[in-house]
């Protein structure tokens, strides 16, 4: 939803799988993707100017798309991108470490992204942003002692 030329999600309760409504805005760095979208791809996607009030549509027959649709969308983005299928599950372990780790400002990102409630349950579950960092860390580390 647009407010004052802001992009906000506002979702109702039985909009969310925990049946909380959630508002919150998004980061303006994805409001030229978003403009994109809705002036330019989703109408074509309609097919027509009485289509459905949902956002995502389907480029088969310009209906909402549902659950599973996403999810096959994610493993088959994921599989022609980068070379693996990765599940909805993983997807969400993926931005949130991502969130996590470029967030900077925004220490609750993953949490908000997840839509949780409790971030602990985000870190405990879903951040992998600690492990990425050891792992750079170790990185440098041994390319320091290779040089030698």
């Given at each position: 939803?647009?407010?004052?030329?802001?992009?906000?999600?506002?979702?109702?309760?039985?909009?969310?799988?925990?049946?909380?409504?959630?508002?919150?805005?998004?980061?303006?760095?994805l409001?030229?993707?978003?403009?994109?979208?809705?002036?330019?791809?989703?109408?074509?996607?309609?097919?027509?100017?009485?289509?459905?009030?949902?956002?995502?549509?389907?480029?088969?027959?310009?209906?909402?798309?549902?659950?599973?649709?996403?999810?096959?969308?994610?493993?088959?983005?994921?599989?022609?991108?980068?070379g693996?299928?990765?599940?909805?599950?993983?997807?969400?372990?993926?931005?949130?470490?991502?969130?996590?780790?470029?967030?900077?400002?925004?220490?609750y990102?993953?949490?908000?992204?997840?839509?949780?409630?409790?971030?602990?349950?985000?870190?405990?579950?879903?951040?992998?942003?600690?492990?990425?960092?050891?792992?750079?860390?170790?990185?440098?580390?041994?390319?320091?002692?290779?040089?030698?």
């Amino acid at each position: 939803m647009e407010i004052h030329g802001k992009w906000w999600i506002v979702l109702s309760a039985a909009e969310t799988k925990e049946n909380r409504a959630d508002e919150r805005p998004v980061n303006e760095l994805l409001t030229p993707f978003i403009d994109c979208y809705l002036k330019q791809h989703r109408p074509v996607l309609a097919r027509s100017d009485k289509a459905s009030s949902a956002l995502w549509l389907s480029s088969n027959d310009g209906t909402p798309i549902t659950d599973k649709q996403v999810a096959n969308v994610i493993g088959m983005t994921t599989l022609s991108t980068i070379g693996v299928k990765v599940s909805p599950h993983m997807f969400r372990t993926c931005g949130a470490s991502t969130a996590a780790t470029h967030g900077g400002e925004n220490p609750y990102l993953a949490s908000a992204l997840l839509h949780h409630s409790d971030p602990n349950v985000t870190n405990a579950s879903y951040n992998r942003a600690t492990s990425l960092s050891a792992a750079e860390s170790f990185r440098q580390i041994v390319r320091q002692y290779a040089k030698r």
